[in-house]
Structure formats: structure tokens, C-alpha cells
């Protein structure tokens, strides 16, 4: 999310971009951010990084502030009234001290601050000896009954992709994304290579499907569906088996499956029990946090209290 084709991406979806770099003295890059922004007619907008910001060693403090100096010329122009805060989500699992007091826990975060991560550096005989028995013995059967699994980047794809995906979100209710929000995203990450859709498909029928994203060492499963027909050939065991292996055969160290829960009563929870099945490591970072221009925050409150 902190690049330049996702941001181009976002910019087609609305949203307003502001990208900066952190510069050494012979002009190096070695750090930075980009700042979303989506217009609306509000007292309470917010500036936002996802995944960010992006500091070099030992420099943190000194860039973190460079860049909230920015944020804060940027929130004095935006929307109706401002913006009246910042909100970062830096990865990381501690929150570190250039974070001061200044920032405090955002009531919602922007992107799931618990994932679980399959180390992609290990054998496939290893990743197969650390799933759980129901997860190996899945895969097995869909091998047995003959699954095929395929990955594409071509806008073709893209149709098929969304029917799995909308009738899984009717059928699960969850919110769904646009049509139109994948033509975008999808058509501008498989030009630079960041993105495959992966299908699985038996007796010639596509039975399961997942939108992958490539960025750096990592693959992230970030969208999914499947049908209702004949799941007990375990469509979506195959495609997962097959999209790691992919990942791992394109060079990449980690599969991301991009949220998880343990917690009984989060939204996560009852995909993430389909998740754990593949093994895997538990991953937390410190998740979104505010930091307020206390300027606008008080205009703002003056145009509601008016």
C-alpha cells in the first residue's frame, strides 16, 4: 500500500495522494511515505498511510518528523474543514519510541493488525509436516479427486473472479467491493506484475478463486471466493497448496493470508479457523494510530458545537 501502483490505483478510486521520500545527504532515497486522502464533506477528514511511514535507521525521529510536518501543511487545505488528524500504521510489533505521546490508538485500524504468515523459505515436505492433519489431508483429497488449479494476470480473468467473490459475500454477509473497484485494481497491478488471479477448477468448472498480490518478498492473499458445487473435492485446499508454491517458485520468503483471529468473537474468526489449517505463524504489529492537529480539531468542533 506504501507503492507507487497501488497509490495510482487509489487515485482512480478517488482518493487524493500525496507521496514523499526521505533524502540523505547525496541525494539518496532512504525513506518516506504516502499520504491518502479522500475528499468528502466533513468536519472530521483524516490524512492516512497505510503500512507506513517508512524510516531509516537511526533517523527516525528526524523523519518521522519531516514528514508530519507536511501532513500538517497538507490538513490545513483539505476537505471542507482540514483534516484534524494523521493516521499511521507502521508494521512493526512494539510500539517504538519516535511513536511519542503524541500518537495515541485509533479506534479503528486500516488494515487487519493480526495475520498469520507461511515461511516460504522452508521445503514443501516441511510446509506440508507443519499443517494441521485436516489441512495436509485436504489437499491430499483434492489431488485425489483431480482439481486444477491456474494463475492469470489477463483482464479476461477478471469477471470470473468477482461472481465467486460477490456470491460468497451474499452468501457469508460480508460488505463486497464494487465491480468496478477490481477493474481498477486488478488491470493497474497486473501491468507492473503485482497481481495474479488464481482459479480452481474441476470437471471444467471454476469452483474457487483468490486475488494475489506481489510486492517485495511477500504474497498476500487479498480477496477470495468460492461456490457452493461440489466442495467436497476441497477446491480452495488445492488453490492455496498451489498458490504457495507458485510464491515460493517466484522467489517470495512469505504467504500472507492477510487477517486472522483467534479471538472467538472477531469478524476474522471463522475464516481464520479454515486459515490455521495451512500452519503458519501468528503475526501482530501495534495497528493504526492518531496523531491530532489540534488546531483543526478545534475548529472542527466549533463548526459541530455551531
Not at 38 to 67: C, D, H, K, V, W
Not at 203 to 214: E, P, Q, R, V
Amino acid at each position: 500500500m506504501q507503492s507507487w501502483t497501488w497509490a495510482n490505483f487509489r487515485e482512480l478510486d478517488g482518493y487524493q495522494t500525496f507521496r514523499y521520500g526521505l533524502f540523505d545527504e547525496s541525494d539518496q532515497l532512504i525513506g518516506g511515505c504516502i499520504f491518502y486522502f479522500y475528499p468528502q464533506r466533513s468536519a472530521a477528514n483524516l490524512i492516512f498511510a497505510s503500512a507506513a511511514p517508512l524510516l531509516p535507521p537511526n533517523l527516525e525521529t528526524e523523519g518521522m518528523q519531516l514528514l508530519l510536518n507536511q501532513a500538517e501543511k497538507l490538513s490545513q487545505g483539505m476537505g471542507s474543514g482540514g483534516a484534524i488528524a494523521l493516521r499511521i500504521e507502521p508494521l512493526l510489533s512494539a510500539k517504538p519510541e519516535w511513536m511519542n505521546q503524541d500518537f495515541v490508538r485509533s479506534p479503528a485500524d486500516l488494515m487487519p493488525s493480526e495475520t498469520l504468515w507461511i515461511d516460504l523459505q522452508k521445503s514443501e515436505s516441511v510446509l506440508l509436516a507443519e499443517m494441521l492433519p485436516k489441512g495436509r489431508y485436504n489437499i491430499g483429497l483434492s489431488q485425489r479427486h483431480g482439481v486444477e488449479t491456474v494463475f492469470t494476470s489477463e483482464d479476461a480473468a477478471i469477471p470470473h473472479f468477482y461472481d465467486l467473490f460477490y456470491e460468497t459475500a451474499q452468501r457469508q454477509g460480508f460488505l463486497s467491493e464494487s465491480y468496478g473497484f477490481f477493474i481498477k485494481l486488478c488491470q493497474n497491478l497486473f501491468r507492473e506484475g503485482m497481481a495474479e488471479i488464481g482459479f480452481a477448477k474441476y470437471n471444467g468448472k471454476i469452483l474457487a478463486t483468490i486475488l494475489l498480490i506481489y510486492w517485495g518478498d511477500r504474497c498476500t492473499y487479498l480477496y477470495g471466493g468460492r461456490s457452493e458445487s461440489a466442495r467436497q473435492v476441497m477446491p480452495v485446499y488445492a488453490l492455496h497448496w498451489a498458490a504457495m508454491q507458485r510464491a515460493k517458485q517466484l522467489g517470495h520468503r512469505i504467504y500472507d493470508f492477510y487477517g486472522y483471529s483467534d479471538d472467538p468473537t472477531h469478524a476474522y474468526y471463522k475464516f481464520s479457523r479454515f486459515k490455521r489449517q495451512f500452519g503458519g505463524t501468528v503475526k501482530k504489529t501495534i495497528g493504526a494510530h492518531d496523531y491530532f492537529f489540534y488546531d483543526r480539531l478545534a475548529d472542527a468542533v466549533i463548526r459541530l458545537l455551531r
